[in-house]
């Protein structure tokens, strides 16, 4: 076991983390979708690998401007895509949408405050993505944002494996842990390939992670 610190988004945080714990958990979250045809079911690795133009969409507040776009700063930091704000003349690719609880009600399922939808090639590359947030929801609005926005970057479902994370269902987080940012950096890591089974990225996983590990503890001394 080990302790990392991470500092982000002007705050810092200490998370208790074990190897085998990171990759059993990036292996529930990305080699699982939580809304498939049956219930959850398995997939094989996908993530974005063009250019990301995003927007957000709806009435906002100056805080939920802001807290927007300083998660889409903090993700192309990990991931290192090619991301940028849409300008007038753009179609973007990947919306976030904040609309009214009521209206958002009757898009979903009893008991469902948020969600995203993604789209992707017949070789595993995300093309599109957008996420419905309750916009007049102050107990959820900011923990949507996180939880759906990241969650179009290939990192689709919930796992309990960690406690302290944004992918657990029981989490209320509006920022992501240690453990979340070292998965969304694994998963664009160079080394993993769009279209990779579980089992064949495994190992590259293990390998994978370690290395930002030692990265981060590294960079505490």
């Known amino acids: 076991m080990f302790a990392l610190l991470w500092s982000y988004s002007a705050q810092a945080e200490t998370q208790r983390l074990t190897l085998n714990g990171l990759v059993d958990h990036f292996m529930a979250v990305v080699f699982v979708h939580e809304h498939g ?7 094989p690795l996908i993530k974005w690998t063009g250019p990301i133009v995003y927007s957000p969409s709806g009435t906002l507040t100056r805080e939920q ?26 179609k ?23 969600y995203g939808k993604i789209s992707a090639k017949k070789t595993y590359e995300i093309t599109r993505g957008r996420a419905y947030i309750p916009s007049d929801r102050p107990d959820k ?10 969650q179009l970057f290939g990192l689709t479902n919930d796992s309990p494996i960690i406690e302290n ?4 269902e029981n989490s209320k987080r509006t ?47």
Not at 175 to 183: F, P, R
């Open 175 to 221: 920022t992501l842990s240690i453990s979340d940012q070292i998965l969304l950096k694994a998963l664009y890591d160079p080394r993993l390939k769009v279209g990779m089974t579980k089992t064949q990225a495994e190992p590259i996983v293990r390998q994978v992670i370690n290395d930002i590990v030692k990265k981060i503890q590294n960079n505490k001394k």
């Open 37 to 43: 045809k049956t219930g959850r079911e398995a997939k």
């Open 92 to 114: 973007p690719n990947l919306i976030v949408n904040f609309i009214p609880q009521k209206v958002l009600a009757k898009q979903v399922a009893k008991g469902i405050n948020c």
């Open 65 to 90: 401007v802001t807290n927007f776009f300083n998660l889409m700063q903090q993700i192309q930091r990990l991931t290192k895509l090619d991301m940028r704000m849409a300008q007038k003349t753009d």
């Open 165 to 168: 994370s944004m992918f657990n």
């Open 141 to 150: 609005t900011d923990h949507c944002l996180i939880e759906e926005t990241v």
